[in-house]
């Protein structure tokens, strides 16, 4: 059965480096493309971006110019990088699965709070 | 991008009834590449459908799926108690991928 379980920093400051990473536990790391969402406290769902086991990215253009996705493939994980955060960017994070652009499995989520 | 629109936005039923949910897409998604998903409180969210119609691994039969172009529909065939909790639709067939703004369904 696959797991995904992420870590990382959840207190900021503004105009900090926000960095999550994600472990695949379980299945097949090198077939699929990995990716990352947020959902601020009482909102809904959005999309951060993912990467494939080979490293291509694709990101959501009102992030792209502060975020860095990154792989790992023989730690089996992947790793998010927000720069320069600020209080909108306060959310509970997901890493996820991403067998064809849907999100099959997901991690347990990071709260993820800015704040000076 | 595409914009996903849900209704209603909120739904209020009875266990043992039948649920009914809308996506409605501002433009045509590509290859039905729509994918639906419950999220209780507290959770993760959890993939019921994805190509419109197809059931995730361990989804019973009682959630339906269907639609095309720009409008999807999710159906629950008898709420379960496990059923009251949020619904969101999502699109993969265009970068950036979208989520609706959910809806949620409630006793």
């Known amino acids: 059965q696959v797991q995904l379980q992420q870590w990382g920093e959840g207190l900021l400051k503004p105009s900090e480096t926000l960095s999550l990473s994600c472990t695949v536990h379980?299945?097949?790391?090198?077939?699929?493309?990995w990716g990352w969402i947020r959902q601020p406290p009482g909102e809904g769902l959005g999309w951060i971006g993912e990467i494939s086991h080979s490293g291509t990215t694709d990101y959501n253009p009102s992030l792209k110019s502060r975020l860095t996705i990154s792989v790992d493939t023989s730690k089996r994980q992947f790793s998010l990088r927000l720069t320069s955060v600020t209080a909108a960017d306060s959310a509970t994070y997901f890493c996820a699965r991403m067998p064809a652009g849907y999100l099959d499995v997901w991690g347990q989520g990071t709260t993820v709070t800015v704040s000076s | 991008e595409i914009v996903l629109t849900q209704s209603p936005g909120t739904l209020s039923l009875s266990p043992g009834e039948r649920a009914t949910l809308s996506c409605r897409a501002s433009?045509?998604?590509?290859?039905?590449?729509l994918a639906w998903y419950r999220q209780k409180p507290g959770q993760a969210p959890r993939l019921l459908i994805y190509?419109?119609?197809i059931r995730a691994t361990g989804i019973p039969d009682r959630f339906s799926g269907s639609g095309s172009g720009t409008d999807f529909t999710l159906s629950i065939s008898r709420l379960e108690p496990e059923d009251f909790a949020l619904y969101y639709c999502?699109?993969?067939?265009?970068?950036?991928?979208?989520f609706g703004q959910g809806t949620k369904v409630e006793i």
């Open positions: 379980g299945g097949s790391f090198s077939t699929y493309s």
């Open positions: 999502q699109q993969y067939g265009d970068s950036p991928r979208t």
């Open positions: 433009q045509s998604i590509s290859g039905s590449s």
């Open positions: 190509d419109a119609s």
